[in-house]
């Protein structure tokens, strides 16, 4: 077992932590490309530096610390949403770093650590690592731009000089990620571990519906061409529509809306709203998205209204590692006896990416009450410190 150091794991945890502080519970403030990430790149790049690796930024902004010739590649990223929790992300990075730190103090294995830029998706679907892996060609970074219109071109200028060029992946020999489950299972079960099998796909797109901005008092209903009222039809006929192909396990979501002008007073003439599905099965993707598109040109022709369709970008499902995860999984029957689990990923990761170029496991440590993507989000430290053990003890099978 890599003889890791849970106090140091736990202080640079807090550490990080503070960089973007949100003063709301244990929340932070990252997103790609801001002030507070950029500084947590900054004050990542220096323990990296500390610990003996050689800091590297890549074009899009992800930090590495490479260990000299082939190594296995650990972490996760440290760019958060909108209202963070503190390990979304975070947890992976600093248990890479902790786990390549004590192990180069041990003389081996060779462990490089990740934090990769944008996993969040404030401009596209994991796009540090789709960029890297190809999943998102070069030539489509160009046109990302976040929900508020700023380019992922001008935001990532803030990061200047430190930009170089992109990491060889065929000098790793694999990529674990550790990371908070973000749902219910581990904590409803009394669960310590999970291991996870597989990361759901994903398909995100901005649909737009216009029809007649006018006054909300003299305006009859029946002239009306509201664009909200378009959205509010085309949400209750898809839920319809997708009755009859979806399983508990599938999920969408409408989670940005932009009404214009957004006025008490005026009839809404165009909204912009993301449509965001997950499921384990590509098919079931495919016949979700054209059900999205026939109901939304549906709605459209029904009500009068134009209708535009965003680039979709999307992320396929994909299994992870069998030799990995039978090794993280020897490793959480001696750290956690009974207490892990193999089990699905319904949240998107970075090792979804990084399973194109590479072998790739992850593994789960229980979120209180399941919550993430929210301030609240938080896990016990004796559940984190379990999960950094299980990894030294794994890393430890992995490297030899
Ligand atoms: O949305 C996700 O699944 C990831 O947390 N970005
Ligand atoms: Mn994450
Ligand atoms: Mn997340």
Same mark, same amino acid.
């Given at each position: 077992?890599?003889?890791?150091?849970?106090?140091?794991?736990?202080?640079?945890?807090?550490?990080?932590?503070?960089?973007?502080?949100?003063?709301?519970?244990?929340?932070?403030?990252?997103?790609?490309?801001?002030?507070?990430?950029?500084?947590?790149?900054?004050?990542?790049?220096?323990?990296? !530096?500390?610990?003996?690796?050689?800091? !590297?930024?890549?074009?899009?902004?992800?930090?590495? @610390?490479?260990?000299?010739?082939?190594?296995?590649?650990?972490?996760?990223?440290?760019?958060?949403?909108?209202?963070?929790?503190?390990?979304?992300?975070?947890?992976?990075?600093? $248990?890479?770093?902790?786990?390549?730190?004590?192990?180069?103090?041990? @003389? #081996?294995?060779?462990?490089?650590?990740?934090?990769?830029?944008?996993?969040? %998706?404030?401009?596209?679907?994991?796009?540090?690592?789709?960029?890297?892996?190809?999943?998102?060609?070069?030539?489509?970074?160009?046109?990302?731009?976040?929900?508020? @219109?700023?380019?992922?071109?001008?935001?990532? $200028?803030?990061?200047?000089?430190?930009?170089?060029?992109?990491?060889?992946?065929?000098?790793?020999?694999?990529?674990?990620?550790?990371?908070?489950?973000?749902?219910?299972?581990?904590?409803?079960?009394?669960?310590?571990?999970?291991?996870?099998?597989?990361? *759901?796909?994903? !398909?995100?797109?901005?649909? !737009?519906?216009?029809?007649?901005?006018?006054?909300?008092?003299?305006?009859?209903?029946?002239?009306?061409?509201?664009?909200?009222?378009?959205? $509010?039809?085309?949400?209750?006929?898809?839920?319809?529509?997708?009755?009859?192909?979806?399983?508990?396990?599938? *999920?969408?979501?409408? #989670?940005?809306?932009?009404?214009?002008?957004?006025?008490?007073? *005026?009839?809404?003439?165009?909204?912009?709203?993301?449509?965001?599905?997950?499921?384990?099965?590509?098919?079931?993707?495919?016949?979700?998205?054209?059900?999205?598109?026939?109901?939304?040109?549906?709605?459209? %022709?029904?009500?009068?209204?134009?209708?535009?369709? @965003?680039?979709?970008?999307?992320?396929?499902?994909?299994?992870?590692?069998?030799?990995?995860?039978?090794?993280?999984?020897?490793?959480?029957?001696?750290?956690?006896?009974?207490?892990?689990?193999?089990?699905?990923?319904?949240?998107?990761?970075?090792?979804?990416?990084?399973?194109?170029?590479?072998?790739?496991?992850?593994?789960?440590?229980?979120?209180?009450?399941?919550?993430?993507?929210?301030?609240?989000?938080?896990?016990?430290?004796?559940?984190?410190?379990?999960?950094?053990?299980?990894?030294?003890?794994?890393?430890?099978?992995?490297?030899?």
């Amino acid at each position: 077992m890599i003889p890791v150091q849970p106090e140091r794991f736990l202080k640079d945890l807090h550490d990080l932590r503070a960089i973007g502080a949100s003063g709301v519970g244990k929340g932070v403030v990252r997103p790609a490309y801001s002030e507070a990430d950029i500084t947590a790149r900054d004050w990542l790049a220096d323990r990296l !530096r500390e610990a003996g690796l050689e800091v !590297r930024f890549d074009p899009m902004g992800s930090v590495f @610390g490479l260990a000299d010739g082939p190594s296995l590649l650990m972490g996760s990223h440290s760019d958060t949403q909108p209202e963070g929790g503190w390990l979304d992300g975070a947890l992976g990075v600093i $248990s890479a770093l902790e786990v390549a730190r004590a192990a180069r103090e041990a @003389g #081996g294995p060779a462990v490089s650590v990740v934090s990769f830029q944008d996993e969040e %998706g404030r401009f596209g679907v994991t796009t540090g690592s789709a960029a890297w892996s190809g999943v998102l060609p070069e030539e489509d970074v160009g046109k990302l731009v976040d929900p508020s @219109g700023v380019s992922l071109a001008e935001a990532r $200028s803030a990061m200047g000089a430190r930009l170089g060029d992109w990491v060889d992946p065929a000098r790793f020999t694999g990529f674990v990620e550790m990371h908070i489950e973000q749902g219910p299972v581990l904590d409803q079960t009394g669960g310590k571990i999970g291991v996870v099998e597989a990361i *759901v796909g994903i !398909r995100d797109m901005v649909i !737009r519906f216009e029809g007649q901005q006018n006054h909300a008092g003299t305006t009859p209903m029946a002239m009306r061409r509201d664009a909200f009222q378009a959205l $509010s039809t085309f949400n209750q006929r898809i839920n319809d529509h997708f009755r009859n192909v979806v399983t508990p396990a599938t *999920v969408w979501t409408v #989670g940005h809306v932009s009404v214009h002008p957004n006025a008490h007073s *005026v009839v809404p003439g165009k909204v912009a709203f993301s449509m965001q599905w997950r499921d384990g099965d590509p098919e079931r993707l495919a016949r979700m998205e054209q059900i999205i598109r026939d109901t939304a040109s549906e709605v459209a %022709g029904d009500m009068g209204l134009s209708l535009e369709f @965003g680039p979709m970008l999307g992320v396929e499902p994909v299994a992870m590692d069998a030799t990995l995860r039978a090794v993280l999984a020897g490793a959480a029957e001696i750290e956690t006896p009974g207490k892990w689990r193999h089990m699905p990923s319904g949240a998107l990761h970075d090792a979804s990416n990084m399973a194109r170029l590479m072998p790739a496991a992850m593994l789960f440590v229980p979120s209180i009450g399941g919550i993430s993507h929210d301030f609240a989000e938080d896990t016990a430290e004796p559940d984190l410190v379990s999960g950094l053990n299980v990894l030294a003890r794994a890393v430890a099978r992995i490297g030899a």
